[in-house]
């Protein structure tokens, strides 16, 4: 079962440069979301989607693009990495908004950017 | 809005030792409750839930109830063990004011030596 998969694990950026971290979810679940995991400070959601086509912004979604063409996808972009972007990136989804049910959580992307 | 306070760690703990992690949280109508677990270098999963109040989630020894009066969902394990050393993290969903995103607290990481 690969459940939420994200890619790259580790990256390293200039300042100013663009990448897009990956995310793919093979269980067909609605709903999806990337969140910002910095210390002290739990996650915080960045930006999220309850099915394809549909987007909305999270906590902290400035200097961050999302789309969601299909239910599988839900890659992030950054258009000009800075400095303070550097974190842990995690992927989640759902069956259904998270009322009650669980979030499969990837593995994360270890974003530096310098 | 919505919000997740933990008890702030680290919290370091003999094997066997009896462990507490505390988490209040402010939220107006019946959120759900969760607590995730996140081992080193992985990513979050859901360790126990509860959906309405006087609930007791449990799994793996650790458990939580639902305290409404109280706004807290402490995490309590009577014997912990060295595989039990992780991050510990929070989390509400739902409520009156929240449309289904989970809300996490800051985490709090629990070391176990031997």
């Known amino acids: 079962n690969a459940g939420v998969t994200q890619t790259p694990k580790f990256q390293v950026l200039k300042t100013g440069q663009s990448m897009t971290l990956q995310c793919a979810q093979d269980?067909?679940?609605?709903?999806m979301s990337w969140y910002r995991q910095d210390p002290g400070m739990g996650l915080r959601l960045i930006h999220y989607s309850v099915g394809a086509g549909i987007t909305d912004q999270g906590e902290v979604p400035n200097g961050y693009n999302v789309s969601r063409s299909t239910t599988e996808d839900f890659p992030l972009r950054l258009l000009s990495a800075a400095p303070s972007q550097t974190s842990v990136y995690f992927c989640?989804?759902?069956?259904?908004?998270?009322?009650?049910?669980?979030?499969?959580f990837g593995q994360g992307t270890r974003l530096t950017v310098v | 809005g919505n919000s997740v306070t933990q008890m702030e760690g680290p919290v370091t703990l003999s094997e066997e030792a009896f462990l507490t992690i505390n988490c209040t949280y402010t939220a107006t109508g019946y959120p759900s409750l969760f607590w995730y677990v996140q081992y080193p270098g992985e990513g979050l999963q859901l360790l126990l839930k509860a959906t309405k109040a006087d609930d007791k989630g449990s799994n793996k020894g650790f458990e939580a109830t639902y305290r409404k009066e109280t706004t807290s969902f402490h995490l309590e394990k009577g014997s912990v063990q060295v595989s039990d050393s992780a991050v510990y993290f929070c989390?509400?969903?739902?409520?009156?004011?929240?449309?289904?995103?989970?809300?996490f607290g800051q985490g709090t990481t629990l070391q176990v030596k031997p």
């Open positions: 269980m067909n679940h609605e709903y």
């Open positions: 989640a989804s759902s069956p259904a908004q998270l009322l009650n049910t669980e979030a499969f």
């Open positions: 989390a509400l969903s739902g409520g009156s004011s929240n449309t289904g995103k989970l809300i």
